[in-house]
């Protein structure tokens, strides 16, 4: 059941897409059939939910605070949709990964049975992968590694990981050309990238299912990866560029 089937546009959703600071499209996509917001108003709640550790209630009275009514429910079947696209649009307009990844994996409880979160990311901090899986051995290893494989198209220069044994079996398997180091304090990155997931696990109370965490940890890094602008290292009107750049990006991916 569509909670938010309706016929038409209607000048009314029409005026509350400017009230968002967004530019309203007369004749959505496709991707946008039979629904009855228009599509800036449903591409900026999806943004909201990636972007910031946000309930589908907090983007609810964000959007009511705009003079746009719509419910919960909605937000929720829109996060589920049209995040999945929105994810593989930005995955296949990303600008690349650099040659060194550093791969780790920590524990999350969904049902009261402990999954591992694998994540790797390169050098510029860009998460390049991120999976769920049951297990962390050797064969779990292996898999997370051909996905690497897959979606980076090469072997990388070098890959950067805890003492755990399931790397060094898939290193040997899989990228045996590639460097591996294991030094102590060295993989502080890809631990570090793990704070992201507590936060957003946190905001939802717990992942309800392997498949939520899954959609939304995947979601939340192609968005974490577009706005990866390395503050810290830059001016603040190349900063300020960069931000503009990205969402510009984000609206190519949405359109």
Same mark, same amino acid.
């Given at each position: 059941r569509d909670v938010e089937r309706s016929r038409g546009l209607g000048d009314?959703?029409?005026?509350?897409?400017?009230?968002?600071?967004?530019?309203?499209?007369?004749?959505?996509?496709?991707?946008?059939?039979?629904?009855?917001?228009?599509?800036?108003?449903?591409?900026?709640?999806?943004?909201?939910?990636?972007?910031?550790?946000? +309930?589908?209630?907090?983007? /609810?009275?964000?959007? $009511? =605070?705009?003079?746009?009514?719509?419910? &919960?429910?909605?937000? !929720?079947?829109?996060?589920?949709?049209?995040?999945?696209?929105?994810?593989r649009r930005l995955k296949r307009k990303h600008r690349g990964y650099g040659d060194t990844f550093y791969i780790d994996e920590v524990f999350v409880r969904i049902n009261g049975k402990q999954h591992y979160v694998w994540r790797a990311v390169d050098q510029d901090g860009d998460v390049v992968d991120v999976y769920l899986q049951a297990r962390r051995d050797g064969a779990a290893a292996k898999r997370f590694f051909m996905r690497?494989?897959?979606?980076?198209?090469?072997?990388?220069?070098?890959?950067?990981?805890?003492?755990?044994?399931?790397?060094?079996?898939?290193?040997?398997?899989?990228?045996?050309?590639?460097?591996? +180091?294991?030094?102590?304090? /060295?993989?502080?990155? $890809? =631990?570090?990238?793990?704070?992201?997931? &507590?936060?957003?696990? !946190?905001?939802?109370?717990?992942?309800?299912?392997?498949?939520?965490?899954?959609r939304v940890l995947g979601a939340h890094a192609a968005v974490s990866n577009l706005f990866n602008l390395g503050r810290h290292l830059i001016g603040a009107k190349h900063y300020r560029d960069l931000r503009v750049s990205a969402f510009a990006e984000r609206s190519k991916a949405v359109a």
């Open positions: 009314v959703y029409k005026r509350q897409a400017k009230l968002t600071g967004q530019n309203c499209q007369t004749r959505p996509m496709n991707t946008y059939k039979r629904h009855r917001f228009p599509p800036d108003i449903i591409s900026y709640a999806v943004w909201l939910y990636h972007r910031f550790n946000l +309930s589908h209630r907090d983007i /609810e009275d964000l959007l $009511a =605070e705009r003079g746009i009514t719509v419910s &919960r429910e909605a937000i !929720r079947l829109w996060c589920i949709k049209f995040g999945a696209i929105y994810t690497l494989l897959r979606s980076h198209g090469s072997e990388p220069r070098k890959i950067v990981t805890d003492k755990l044994r399931s790397y060094g079996v898939a290193h040997r398997e899989l990228v045996p050309e590639a460097i591996h +180091s294991t030094q102590q304090y /060295e993989n502080n990155r $890809a =631990e570090q990238s793990h704070e992201a997931t &507590r936060v957003r696990e !946190r905001g939802m109370r717990k992942f309800k299912s392997v498949g939520q965490a899954q």
